[in-house]
């Protein structure tokens, strides 16, 4: 079984720029969520994603935008990027049932992104 | 709006010494709690997920309570190491979406 795997690792952008990352999900599930977590704070959660249709959104702005695709895959793209969404990325897959994201959630590593 | 504290912020203990994590959340009607550890500039590792029907779960030295009602949930680490320090990290789901956390307890086990 195959963990969540995200990439890339670090990834150093200016501002004004646009970036995407990405993420793969543990073998057998079907939802995706994003979270951005500052130094010293704890994750927020920017969206999460459910059989490819947004499934419930945080407090984050629209030029955060995101995909997941057919193999459950995911996609987060920030555009216009802000000296402030520096931060570590982090995705999570979970299988969800009807209720949506009652079940354990999985992380990946983790992308650091620094924005200058 | 579901909030969750974590206490304290940071705990240093040396090793051997058994110790508790405080977690509590304002809105009670929730369907489980997690309970992961994240080590310095890594991603999340899920240690503990404990249904609103239970009230604790066990996986080696770790011991999770959850007292739904008083909206709070303990983690007990007994006879600590050094390799537990890292920061240790509860979330309740809202809306059926997003997970909530604390800011963490930065933990920190002496040789």
């Known amino acids: 079984e195959t963990g969540v795997t995200q990439s890339p690792t670090h990834l150093i952008k200016t501002r004004g720029q646009q970036v995407t990352l990405r993420c793969s999900s543990q073998s057998g599930h079907n939802t995706v969520s994003w979270y951005q977590q500052a130094l010293g704070q704890g994750p927020q959660f920017i969206f999460q994603?459910?059989?490819?249709?947004?499934?419930g959104r945080g407090n984050f702005p629209p030029r955060f935008s995101g995909l997941q695709f057919p193999n459950y895959s995911s996609e987060l793209n920030v555009n216009a990027l802000e000296l402030d969404d520096s931060a570590l990325y982090l995705c999570a897959s979970s299988l969800a049932g009807a209720r949506g994201t009652d079940n354990e959630q999985f992380f990946g590593p983790g992308t650091r992104l620094t924005v200058l | 709006k579901q909030e969750v504290t974590q206490i304290p912020a940071a705990l240093s203990v040396p090793e051997g010494e058994n110790l508790v994590l405080n977690c509590s959340f304002t809105d009670s009607a929730i369907y489980n709690l997690q309970w992961f550890r994240q080590d310095p500039g890594k991603g999340l590792t899920s240690l503990l997920l404990i249904q609103s029907s239970q009230r604790e779960q066990t996986s080696g030295r770790l011991n999770a309570s959850l007292d739904k009602s008083s909206g709070r949930s303990t983690l007990y680490i007994a006879a600590s190491q050094p390799g537990d320090s890292a920061t240790y990290l509860c979330?309740?789901?809202?809306?059926?979406?997003?997970?909530?956390f604390g800011k963490g307890t930065t933990l920190s086990v002496s040789s």
């Open positions: 979330a309740v789901p809202q809306a059926g979406t997003a997970l909530i």
């Open positions: 994603y459910y059989r490819e249709e947004e499934n």
